[in-house]
């Protein structure tokens, strides 16, 4: 079936440091791309979303990358900061696509990251 | 605006009981969708409302699980009986398009 590979799963960065998780979709089809950060104890929490016409988007300190050709994506933040610690959570959906599979979202495992002061 | 709510936030029966899971979608949001993490495991989708419409329950476990969403405004979950691979935290989601999905806090359900 349709399935999302998350890598790492654990991540360790120094404060100020750069962190990179990326993500392999299995579904050709799939044409949204969503990062949820899930804080401990917390809601998962959408920070950043990238469409399949699109091939970077940024916002701050936070990027993603697509590569529709090799079906991956890719989540940059730079000049990490304590409170980026949190697992991160890639996903992939057929948004907009034939009836019965609208939106419904294909996550990865979730990636732990922990940034030391 | 409100985001989405869930009730409760943690649930512990035993196996063989039932339990009922609430869900109310952000105001206006007509996309409702239902997903469980089992624990060390990824978060996976259960079942999409359109309103009170089911569009896609293609997730849902088996017959234990029903859901509704009587008049197209909060959604609930049974469980009924549940067993012990029951357990997990479920999630609900609300869309107004049907592509960025808002997420609720997620109840912990614990089958003992």
């Known amino acids: 079936g349709e399935n999302v590979e998350q890598h790492p799963s654990t991540l360790s960065v120094q404060e100020g440091d750069s962190a990179v998780i990326k993500c392999t979709y299995s579904?050709?089809?799939?044409?949204?791309f969503p990062w949820y950060k899930q804080e401990l104890g917390k809601r998962p929490q959408l920070i950043i979303d990238?469409?399949?016409?699109?091939g970077e988007k940024k916002d701050q300190r936070i990027a993603v990358t697509l590569n529709k050709t090799a079906k991956h994506f890719s989540l940059h933040i730079t000049e990490t900061q304590p409170e980026d610690s949190a697992v991160y959570f890639c996903a992939a959906s057929r948004s907009g696509g034939r009836r019965g599979s609208q939106g419904n979202l294909i996550f990865g495992k979730g990636t732990k990251l922990s940034v030391k002061p | 605006e409100a985001g989405v709510t869930q009730f409760p936030s943690h649930s512990v029966i035993e196996k063989g009981q039932t339990v009922t899971l609430r869900c109310d979608p952000i105001s206006g949001h007509d996309n409702l969708y239902w997903y469980r993490r089992v624990m060390g495991k990824e978060i996976k989708f259960l079942l999409h409302f359109v309103k009170e419409s089911k569009q896609d329950e293609s997730g849902m476990p088996n017959n234990r699980f029903l859901a509704e969403r009587t008049g197209g405004t909060y959604s609930t979950l049974k469980v009924q009986p549940a067993e012990l691979e029951d357990s997990g935290v479920y999630f609900c989601a609300s869309s107004r398009t049907g592509t960025e999905q808002y997420f609720g806090p997620g109840t912990r359900l614990t089958v003992t």
């Open positions: 990238i469409r399949s016409n699109v």
């Open positions: 579904d050709s089809a799939s044409n949204y």
